[in-house]
């Protein structure tokens, strides 16, 4: 039994959208140009049939007081031999390449649990540690995940308290 052949590209204007293509097989199937994107980024590169690398998890912020510990976690499926690092967006800081921690700060740790998780332990966060932090893999052009920190500090309370004597 051989596979439908596939008909070439058509186009037609959609009363709710403009302009969309698709892409017909004579089975009936109908395929909508983000969606061929998408399957072709999940199951196909350049190397035959290969995966390409996709995060395992969303996008997160987190807000953590000053003093504290907070994780930095990228799971990554389909690495290959791609490269995974953990970068702070506004000094633009390697902290990390694959299982090896690049910071010489020794308030971050490093632990690879499963191949493909990355996390990125901060211990004593200060308001330094304030910003985004990106995962990012090696494939051309090159794909970003953040994390959105913020650090606190806990309020100061002081005894300016008068007493109806005082007044």
Not at 45 to 50: E, F, K, Y
Not at 140 to 157: D, K, L
Request: with cysteine; charged share 15%.
């Amino acid at each position: 039994h051989t596979l439908p052949r596939p008909t070439p590209p058509e186009s037609w204007i959609d009363e709710d959208q403009r302009m969309n293509l698709v892409f017909r097989v004579d089975v009936g199937l109908v395929l909508h140009p983000q969606m061929l994107a998408v399957f072709f980024a999940v199951f196909f590169t350049a190397d035959c049939g290969a995966k390409t690398p996709m995060f395992m998890s969303a996008t997160k912020k987190d807000t953590v007081l000053a003093g504290r510990s907070f994780v930095l976690d990228c799971a990554v499926s389909g690495l290959n031999n791609h490269r995974v690092s953990w970068i702070k967006s506004d000094t633009k800081a390697i902290l990390s390449l694959n299982n090896q921690l690049v910071t010489q700060n020794s308030r971050y740790h490093l632990s690879v649990q499963d191949p493909g998780t990355f996390q990125v332990t901060v211990s004593n966060v200060t308001l330094e540690d304030n910003g985004t932090y990106i995962c990012q893999v090696n494939t051309e052009p090159p794909i970003n995940q953040e994390t959105h920190n913020m650090v606190v500090t806990s309020p100061w309370f002081t005894n300016t308290s008068s007493s109806v004597n005082d007044v």
